[in-house]
Every structure is written in structure tokens, then in C-alpha cells.
């Protein structure tokens, strides 16, 4: 049976150097999401005549606008993971005690 809790490939001290660094991406990565959808929510609580629009491919705005807040979901899902693993390749940064 293949053990999977504590299975990790990457040392600890990796993990713990570049924690805050993954943690700040996230957040910011985030907000630019959150931001995107913000537009949508505001879009059909007060400009409902826009969002009915027909636009692309004979859909209106509603279901183009929702394709693409899955769209930038998936992109924002790869860009996070893209940058995790170069962060976690990187050497771990070192300390010199100056004594």
C-alpha cells in the first residue's frame, strides 16, 4: 500500500523558505480573481440590459463573462502552480553565521 501522508519529494527547509513567498502569490492571485468576478456580480445586479446583451457565438454577455471566470480560474490555477515549483527548484537561499 502506497503511503501517502508525509510522502513529500521536497525537503522541509524548501518548504519553509518559500511558504510566505507561495502564500503572498496566492493572495494576489486572488484578489485579481475576486476583482474579475466582482465585475460580474456588479454587472448583473445593476446593469442587467447589459449583461443580456448577445454577443459572441449568438450567447449573451452572461455565459461569455461566465466561460471566462472559468477560463481565468484555470489560467490563474496554472500560473500559481508554474510559480510554486520554480520557487521550490530554487536552492534554498543560505545563512553564514558572521560570529
Do not use: W
Not at 523558505?17 to 460580474?40: C, H
Amino acid at each position: 500500500m502506497v503511503e501517502l501522508h508525509g510522502a513529500d519529494s521536497t525537503p522541509a527547509d524548501v518548504h519553509d523558505a518559500s511558504a510566505g513567498k507561495r502564500s503572498r502569490i496566492g493572495i494576489v492571485l486572488f484578489v485579481a480573481y475576486l476583482a474579475f468576478y466582482a465585475g460580474y456580480v456588479l454587472l448583473n445586479a445593476f446593469a442587467p440590459a447589459t449583461i443580456e446583451r448577445t454577443q459572441l457565438f449568438g450567447v449573451n454577455l452572461a455565459v461569455n463573462y461566465g466561460l471566462a471566470l472559468i477560463a481565468v480560474a484555470f489560467a490563474l490555477a496554472v500560473a500559481y502552480d508554474l510559480i510554486c515549483r520554480s520557487l521550490d527548484a530554487r536552492p534554498p537561499a543560505r545563512t553564514e553565521d558572521r560570529g
